[in-house]
């Protein structure tokens, strides 16, 4: 088997939300944060043969890296074989416990109704995304007075805080204030997505253009009063 450069670029996100990760048979790959606050879910080109724990998922993309050429995996019971450097290099990578890792739930995700309903593209997730960090913005907040929904960067804890308002589409007279922390929100690989968020406490952002999810909880702070 080999990893194709997308199922790459994704494992290296994942690695962001959560050091290791249990890849199963299949071509679902599935991470979750080990606070509980972010799942994010992938279908994949390649098929999995069998399942397997990988610790620190960020040095295993390290070793595969070592190999300029799109090495050769093959799978044993306790260890996967990484073949390249034209086969000369086969470097032996040991799995471990599915115990030793926090792990998405086996029962797939019922996402509540959502009230909130928008697109976010690429450009606009950028530009919040460097707002945030160029105003060291540690929240980020879905916004809506009813008439307009716009993405702010903010700080909670502090009103002086600069802060930044991006208008994305127009409201449809709800009013609310959907709060998350911005280190979530990064773990996000860039892209366009549908989003959608519950007033109960959770979002649901779905590229457009890959087979690739992410379930956020919102924080402290969100409200939601539905207009007339």
């Known amino acids: 088997m080999k990893l194709s450069n997308e199922t790459v670029a994704i494992l290296k996100n994942f690695g962001a939300i959560n050091q290791g990760i249990l890849f199963k048979k299949g071509k ?13 879910e992938v279908t994949i080109k390649e098929d999995i043969p069998t399942e397997f724990g990988i610790y620190d998922l960020n040095k295993f993309l390290s070793v595969v890296s070592l190999h300029k050429d799109n090495p050769t995996f093959e799978f044993g019971d306790k260890e996967v074989k990484i ?38 593209t690429a450009e606009d997730f950028d530009w919040v995304m460097r707002a945030a960090s160029v105003l060291s913005s540690p929240q980020v907040a879905i916004e809506s007075d009813g008439k307009k929904v716009s993405i702010v960067t903010l700080d909670l804890q502090n ?13 449809n007279g709800n009013k609310f204030k959907m709060v998350f922390k911005t280190e979530n ?4 690989m860039p892209g366009s997505y549908d989003v959608f968020i519950s007033s109960k406490g959770i979002s649901h952002f779905k590229n457009k253009t890959v087979p690739l999810q992410y379930w956020v909880t919102t924080e402290a702070g969100s409200k939601f009063e539905k207009g007339n």
Do not use: W
């Open 185 to 188: 929100i990064t773990k996000i």
């Open 83 to 120: 073949v390249g450097n034209k086969g000369r290099s086969k470097m032996k990578y040991r799995f471990c416990e599915p115990t030793m890792i926090v792990t998405p739930p086996e029962k797939q995700l019922t996402m509540p109704d959502a009230e909130i309903k928008f697109d976010l």
């Open 28 to 40: 679902v790959l599935k991470t979750m944060s080990s606070g509980k606050n972010i799942l994010a």
């Open 159 to 171: 009103d002086s805080a600069h802060t930044d308002a991006l208008e994305i589409s127009e409201g």
